[in-house]
């Protein structure tokens, strides 16, 4: 059957057709994970310490640690069920480091979380305080999307403009600079191209698709997940490749992977627990395919693991597997392995530890992390 399938993976909205059977078993499978309260979502986007969900409604859901406040209910009580977060629809969400930054489904910016004084960040009002509760951000009404980096915030506007605030210390922002002194608390344009189409904040790196296919990226780069082909850090955005067909991207903590319309995966950067997929454990910088299937159509970059979804609705993951509800002989697969063959799955997203997977009838597991 076929199916819309669309989650956030670092803060960016990936859409795909699914079209497929339920998968055949395989020898690599592990007793399924604990099923979470029915929420049949259309957005999912997750972190180290919390997890924000959009309904097909538009509704907002939240779960996880909240001592900044970043679930948006107005408390810090930390809960490990989904629960809806006031009233309002919305259509982008991105999570970072103790805070929530999302769009509206009228085009306005509102975030919330952040520890008092965090003077590296903010939540882009100007001021480095936080809120258990959504402050909009300005009064723009014309962002689509958002994505969040462990401190820094990269947002896209309807006209094709990308935006960033947070901290800099790798050039993150795409503004030109490095340090902590050159960070914002308000969002600031990224040059002046007006042709971004998608974006992806890693841990202290950014990603982003331009509208005629081609890949760019910018902000640290020491195990090489910028995939330009050198290990510099840049403060600006760089060109990757000479490609104009990619449709999805992930950064990660230390590595991205990305995916290009022809339906191949491919991923580059720290590489020492085999998250690349490739069957070595040495780094790549530059992007490097992982196998030969050409039917991927979603995937997400956790710290040190990857995890990807095939047309056919299988699950597969690769990479370190200790934060994962099953382990290994060796505690990593260098090559992607099928798990849990009895679901049909539809997408998936992962934090730094916390892994939440869909399958096609809008049902959430949590396969990794959490309480």
């Known amino acids: 059957m076929a199916k819309i399938v669309c989650i956030v993976l670092a803060g960016i909205v990936i859409v795909a057709i699914v079209t497929a059977c339920r998968p055949s078993p395989s020898p690599s499978w592990r007793p399924l994970p604990d099923i979470l309260p029915e929420l049949p979502p259309i957005v999912m986007t997750s972190n180290d310490g919390h997890t924000m969900a959009i309904g097909i409604d538009g509704t907002l859901w939240a779960e996880g640690i909240n001592l900044a406040g970043q679930l948006g209910d107005g408390s810090t009580l930390t809960r490990w069920f989904f629960d809806q977060v006031g009233t309002d629809t919305w259509m982008s969400v991105g999570v970072g480091s103790n805070r929530t930054v999302a769009v509206r489904a009228d085009g306005t910016l509102w975030a919330w979380g952040l520890y008092p004084n965090a003077w590296f960040n903010s939540l882009g009002d100007?001021?480095?305080?936080?809120?258990?509760?959504?402050?909009?951000?300005?009064?723009?009404?014309?962002?689509?999307?958002?994505?969040?980096?462990?401190?820094?915030?990269?947002?896209?506007?309807?006209?094709?403009?990308?935006?960033?605030?947070?901290?800099?210390?790798?050039?993150?922002?795409?503004?030109?600079?490095?340090?902590?002194?050159?960070?914002?608390?308000?969002?600031?344009?990224?040059?002046?191209?007006?042709?971004?189409?998608?974006?992806?904040?890693?841990?202290?790196?950014?990603?982003?698709?331009?509208?005629?296919?081609?890949?760019?990226?910018?902000?640290?780069?020491?195990?090489?997940?910028?995939?330009?082909?050198?290990?510099?850090?840049q403060s600006a955005p760089v060109r990757i490749g000479i490609h104009y067909d990619w449709v999805n991207i992930d950064a990660g903590n230390s590595h991205s992977i990305g995916i290009r319309a022809d339906g191949s995966l491919w991923a580059w950067g720290s590489n020492w627990s085999g998250a690349l997929g490739i069957g070595t454990r040495y780094g790549k910088n530059v992007p490097m395919r992982v196998g030969t299937h050409a039917d991927w159509v979603d995937a997400t970059a956790g710290m040190n693991y990857t995890l990807g979804v095939r047309a056919d609705g299988s699950l597969w993951v690769w990479g370190s597997t200790s934060s994962l509800r099953f382990r290994t002989i060796n505690g990593y697969f260098a090559v992607p392995s099928q798990i849990h063959p009895y679901e049909y799955w539809a997408s998936v997203s992962a934090g730094d530890s916390r892994v939440f997977a869909i399958t096609e009838d809008g049902r959430i597991h949590r396969l990794g992390g959490g309480e």
Request: net charge negative; aromatic share 10%.
């Open 126 to 233: 100007g001021t480095n305080v936080g809120s258990s509760v959504p402050i909009q951000i300005g009064a723009d009404i014309d962002w689509v999307m958002v994505a969040v980096g462990q401190f820094h915030n990269v947002a896209l506007k309807v006209d094709g403009t990308l935006w960033a605030w947070g901290s800099n210390g790798q050039g993150q922002l795409g503004n030109g600079n490095f340090g902590s002194e050159f960070r914002s608390l308000v969002p600031t344009q990224i040059g002046t191209d007006t042709d971004w189409a998608y974006v992806s904040a890693g841990h202290t790196h950014t990603l982003a698709i331009k509208t005629d296919g081609s890949l760019w990226g910018w902000g640290a780069n020491e195990n090489g997940q910028l995939g330009n082909g050198t290990w510099v850090r």
